[in-house]
């Protein structure tokens, strides 16, 4: 059960290909989040590298449970007594030349929880200045939905491309999640369109809170990413918000919200199908 308040964080970063910079960003921000009483802070997809090649993000890729990456993450857990939701990073697959991108959940004791590698890979051709995506070259593809139990109410993760699968999240909430994440690296085309729209559809049909912590701004690599990372309550109000500028996000969660939302109007107890 959720506790009965609890306080998030949303990291929102320019990645580079530079890992070094990009972990003490993370580090920084984590410690101005903790700071500010965060007890869970969500870090967005690609937060240790944004590659400026395939060969680039594979030279980072770690096996679970080993690696510098991880035990830095393990580590900033432990020093912050902070819960951290590492939005996603290459790890190994049995497939050669293939990584998951996978989110990584640290307790406050820096112990790993979970793990979640992303289900739904970004193979699109949009008018942007990139134009093509394909994921799919270079990841393979998760498919087991995870739901986290925490100290704070049952916890649903997600990473950026999932937001367009309604279906991903009502699984998560069958599993019994109160509030769900979904580190993101959102490109600014289809952010302008759908990003708000998205993360606030999910949080409301769903009837739980939604942490999204996106990458926002131009990066090294030439691709643009839209920013405005937000925390979402249960009624789809944005709670708290970004712009394109690197920062945190904060807001307070509040059990009685929530049972006040999945009271009120029980649509979850209406479903047909």
């Given at each position: 059960?959720?506790?009965?308040?609890?306080?998030v964080?949303?990291?929102?970063?320019?990645s580079?290909?530079?890992?070094a910079?990009?972990?003490?960003?993370?580090e920084y921000?984590?410690n101005?989040?903790v700071?500010?009483?965060?007890?869970?802070?969500?870090?967005?997809?690609?937060f240790a590298l944004m590659?400026?090649?395939?060969?680039?993000l594979?030279?980072?890729?770690?096996?679970?449970?080993?690696?510098?990456?991880?035990?830095?993450?393990?580590e900033?857990?432990?020093?912050t007594?902070?819960?951290i939701?590492?939005?996603?990073l290459?790890?190994?697959s049995p497939?050669?030349?293939?990584?998951?991108?996978t989110?990584?959940?640290?307790?406050?004791?820096?112990?790993r929880q979970?793990?979640?590698?992303?289900?739904h890979?970004?193979?699109?051709?949009?008018?942007?200045?990139?134009?093509r995506?394909r994921?799919s070259?270079?990841?393979?593809a998760?498919?087991?939905p995870?739901v986290?139990?925490?100290?704070?109410?049952?916890m649903g993760l997600s990473i950026?491309?999932?937001l367009r699968?309604?279906?991903?999240y009502?699984?998560?909430l069958?599993?019994?999640?109160?509030?769900m994440?979904?580190?993101?690296?959102?490109?600014?085309?289809?952010?302008?369109a759908?990003?708000?729209?998205?993360?606030r559809?999910?949080?409301?049909?769903n009837s739980?809170?939604?942490?999204a912590?996106n990458q926002?701004?131009?990066?090294n690599?030439?691709?643009?990413?839209f920013?405005?990372s937000?925390?979402?309550?249960?009624?789809?109000d944005?709670?708290?918000?970004?712009?394109i500028?690197?920062?945190?996000?904060?807001?307070?969660?509040k059990?009685?919200?929530?049972?006040?939302?999945r009271?009120s109007?029980?649509a979850i107890q209406h479903?047909?199908l």
């Amino acid at each position: 059960m959720m506790k009965k308040e609890l306080t998030v964080a949303a990291v929102q970063m320019t990645s580079s290909d530079q890992l070094a910079d990009n972990l003490t960003a993370v580090e920084y921000w984590v410690n101005q989040a903790v700071s500010e009483g965060a007890k869970l802070v969500v870090l967005p997809e690609n937060f240790a590298l944004m590659a400026k090649h395939s060969g680039q993000l594979l030279s980072i890729a770690e096996t679970l449970g080993e690696g510098a990456i991880q035990s830095f993450l393990s580590e900033l857990s432990k020093k912050t007594a902070c819960w951290i939701v590492a939005g996603s990073l290459p790890i190994s697959s049995p497939v050669q030349d293939k990584v998951y991108a996978t989110c990584l959940v640290y307790n406050a004791k820096g112990e790993r929880q979970a793990y979640y590698h992303k289900m739904h890979l970004f193979d699109v051709d949009i008018a942007d200045g990139k134009k093509r995506y394909r994921e799919s070259e270079t990841f393979l593809a998760g498919d087991c939905p995870v739901v986290v139990n925490t100290p704070f109410g049952k916890m649903g993760l997600s990473i950026c491309y999932d937001l367009r699968f309604p279906e991903l999240y009502r699984e998560l909430l069958r599993q019994g999640a109160e509030f769900m994440v979904a580190p993101s690296a959102f490109t600014e085309l289809t952010g302008q369109a759908h990003w708000s729209l998205l993360c606030r559809a999910r949080a409301v049909e769903n009837s739980c809170y939604m942490i999204a912590a996106n990458q926002g701004g131009q990066h090294n690599n030439g691709r643009s990413t839209f920013g405005h990372s937000m925390i979402v309550g249960p009624w789809g109000d944005v709670l708290s918000s970004l712009d394109i500028d690197n920062g945190i996000a904060l807001a307070t969660f509040k059990k009685s919200e929530l049972n006040k939302v999945r009271t009120s109007l029980p649509a979850i107890q209406h479903r047909r199908l």
